[in-house]
């Protein structure tokens, strides 16, 4: 929220007679801490820590000071204890609710081992709520590790894993037999982000598919394994929102169900709205490179693609088919050498500031509860990303932002006229209305006005471009991958879905359909009957019916032992997300679907992530990540030394989670058909169909 409030330019006032009624004190947050702890530290409420600290309800920062309500000497007492831990004294610490071996261990920066021999009872009775346990100083030596004769230590052996590109941790540790816990109590640098080429510590038998012996910690010295930087571990506190599940969760933090679960044992009940969890403010990047800046020479072939430079600002980056299975190639947009001739982009965000101002309920309040308002907010927040890159690579372009005040049906962009007749591109308004009111206003100008939100056919206008693809091209996009593939594609389709069997009827000729019984069931015998065994059969399943939906899975699943089967759906499912339908079995049958965002891991991506919570202290959402790849588009685009109408014509792009390949339709105007066929791999990744 902190953001939003920037962006409107709106300050809150607090009264000093708050810090007059009560004291306070000044505390430094230590890495991984939470609201929750350091309420518990000082007997106050997490709200009582809130009130003074409005930040603080977005994450909390390491070595950031917060201001303690106190009204006993009890805050004194807690910071003396901290000032001795770190003076090098042993403490006392009681131990909470909810804490464990490794929270203390990381609380106080001290080792398994270390905490162990300060505590030798620990081994019998574990971590138990109010129990004293002994700190002992930073760097004082273990002694029942000290105890220990040499020949123990040096007996042990360790099999070494060096971290291979897609693995995760969970993969990793059902590799070996261990658990996620064990795997970062050994590697304490991982807890955080799981870099490529790192080299892993694991305690345990070596898998079966392992060629090399089992290696001793004395073999392993000679080797010396790359070097690695340090990474710091943060948290912050994430309020769970409707709708949200595992799959949503580990999409934004990049972790696996089991590591939500290890760092929030209240999720093994499941992901409940409104629930407080603990997460990583984010990962460490190797390099502090700007969001969507790609260096001229990759330094590292295994984070950046291979490049061809054309000499023209170009970079070709990858060749891919369309949808009408032509090649196209999708390239990188750098600035073009000797440009200097100033662009202007206008970008037109419905803030509504006049609205906002008169709400008697509060800024904070409507900000709180209006969707519109906020889906704005994050769209500017991600323009602002794209503008700060565009400011660091030195490209031309002047930036004007205008509040378009605007619903469904009005806006203020007739009185705007003037400002916008100059502009190379306009961006915005959202609502397609608008937007088409826009173009048609500058067309005589011809100022391309780039509608960034609307999924609403568009009404023929030349200088129109929709940045969102419309669903007949999406649903196209598979069908055409599909039989670039030879598939045989067969489709079981609920009743209830009309519109889907009305669509494939009319549009994909040659599909054959699952015959329903009489109750609207699957009939499994049929859909069997339709397999082939010497193609690869692509069964498209629309329903939201779960017992057709486990039907379909398990004949799918039986069909697996006699032919190729691959299950694709033209929609998110929600049913699929549901605890009745095993994800497993989805991994199993490579689930297949279209999508406009790439959800891509790649290296430049979790970069732009990293940079986006740096800045904003929240994650990037959908529209925040639009923001900045409409924005970040254009403005390459317009330093080509080219029009943003002849780059549109000519060149495919991709952002951080969109593709831009826009084309002119064939009653006028222009649409994106930028989609990528996305699938579940069985190392569990998601990836993207070639």
């Known amino acids: 929220m902190k953001y939003y409030l920037t962006v409107l330019s709106l300050v809150f006032f607090m009264t000093s007679s708050a810090f007059s009624q009560e004291k306070v004190v000044k505390y ?23 009130q003074l600290n409005p930040d603080a309800r977005t994450g909390l920062v390491p070595n950031s000071v917060l201001l303690i309500p106190t009204k006993t000497g009890e805050a004194k007492k807690e910071v003396s204890e901290t000032k001795a831990a770190v003076s090098g004294k042993e403490i006392i610490h009681e131990v909470q609710p909810k804490e464990t071996f490794y929270s203390i261990e990381h609380k106080y920066g001290i080792s398994d081992e270390a905490l162990k021999a300060a505590n030798p009872f620990l081994e019998k009775t574990g971590v138990q709520i109010g129990q004293k346990l002994v700190i002992p100083a930073k760097g004082s030596a273990p ?30 540790a059902k590799q070996y037999n261990i658990t996620v816990d064990e795997l970062e109590k050994r590697n304490p640098d991982i807890v955080n982000s799981l870099p490529v080429g790192y080299r892993l510590t694991i ?13 001793t910690a004395k073999a392993v010295e000679s080797k010396k394994p790359a070097e690695t930087s340090k990474k710091a571990v943060t948290y912050m506190e994430y309020q769970v929102k409707p709708k949200e599940t595992f799959y949503s969760l580990g999409r934004v933090f990049h972790l696996s169900q089991e590591e939500l679960v290890a760092l929030n044992p209240s999720l093994s009940e499941g992901v409940k709205e409104g629930m407080v969890l603990k997460v990583p403010t984010g990962y460490v990047a190797p390099a502090p490179i700007v969001a969507a800046q790609v260096p001229d020479k990759p330094a590292d072939s295994s984070v950046y693609k ?18 009408e299975n032509e090649n196209v190639e999708i390239v990188e947009l750098t600035k073009k050498k000797g440009l200097n001739e100033r662009k202007k982009i206008v970008l037109l965000l419905p803030f509504n500031l006049a609205k906002v101002q008169s709400d008697t309920s509060g800024t904070a309040n409507r900000i709180k509860n209006d969707k519109f308002l906020n889906m704005t907010l994050d769209f500017y927040a991600g323009a602002m990303m794209a503008i700060d890159s565009a400011k660091t690579l030195k490209l031309p372009i002047d930036v004007a932002i205008y509040d378009s005040q605007e619903t469904k ?16 591109a306009v961006i915005g308004p959202f609502y397609q209305s608008n937007a088409e009111t826009t173009a048609n206003m500058l067309r005589s100008y011809d100022v391309p006005v780039i509608s960034p939100l609307s999924k609403d056919s568009a009404n023929p206008i030349d200088n129109l471009y ?10 196209n996009s598979v069908f055409d991958y599909m039989r670039s593939k030879n598939g045989n594609i067969v489709a079981v389709v609920d009743k ?63 069909s697996q032992k006699t032919c190729q089967v691959q299950l694709v759906i033209l929609e998110p499912n929600s049913t699929l997300d549901t605890d009745e339908i095993s994800f497993d079995n989805l991994i199993k049958l490579k689930l297949m679907y279209p999508s406009v965002t790439r959800e891509s891991d790649e290296q430049p991506v979790l970069i732009y992530e990293k940079q986006f919570r740096l800045k904003n202290k929240a994650n990037p959402t959908t529209y925040a990540t639009r923001g900045f790849d409409v924005t970040f588009d254009t403005m390459m685009r317009l330093s080509q030394g080219k029009t943003f109408q002849e780059t549109a014509d000519l060149m495919t792009t991709q952002q951080v989670d969109n593709k831009f390949q826009y084309y002119r339709k064939e009653d006028g105007g222009h649409a994106n058909k930028g989609v990528y066929i996305l699938y579940y791999d069985s190392d569990l990744t998601l990836k993207v169909a070639n």
């Open 466 to 475: 929709q940045t969102i693809p419309s669903n007949d091209v999406i649903r």
């Open 496 to 558: 209830k879905k009309e519109s889907v069997i009305n669509y494939i009827r009319q549009n994909q000729k040659g599909v054959a359909f699952a015959t329903l019984t009489e109750t609207g069931g699957l009939d499994v015998a049929n859909l069997k009957s339709l397999l082939m065994p010497n193609r690869m059969n692509y069964v498209v399943m629309e329903t939201g019916n779960t017992a057709m939906v486990k039907a379909t899975i398990k004949a799918l699943l039986d």
């Open 28 to 50: 430094k947050v230590s890495s991984g801490e939470t609201i929750n702890q350091i309420a518990q530290k000082f007997k106050v409420t997490p709200y009582d820590i809130y």
């Open 306 to 323: 291979p490049v061809e430079n054309t000499g023209d600002g170009i970079k070709i980056v990858d060749k891919v088919k369309s949808t």
């Open 143 to 172: 002694k029942a590790a000290a105890a220990k004769p040499a020949k123990e230590k040096g007996a042990e052996k360790y099999v070494y894993h060096d971290v291979q590109p897609k693995e995760t941790k969970f993969g990793i």
């Open 203 to 215: 305690k345990g038998t070596a898998p079966k598919t392992e060629a090399a012996p089992v290696e």
């Open 409 to 424: 049906t009005t806006s203020n962009v007739v009185g705007l006229t003037p400002k916008l007749q100059d502009a190379d």
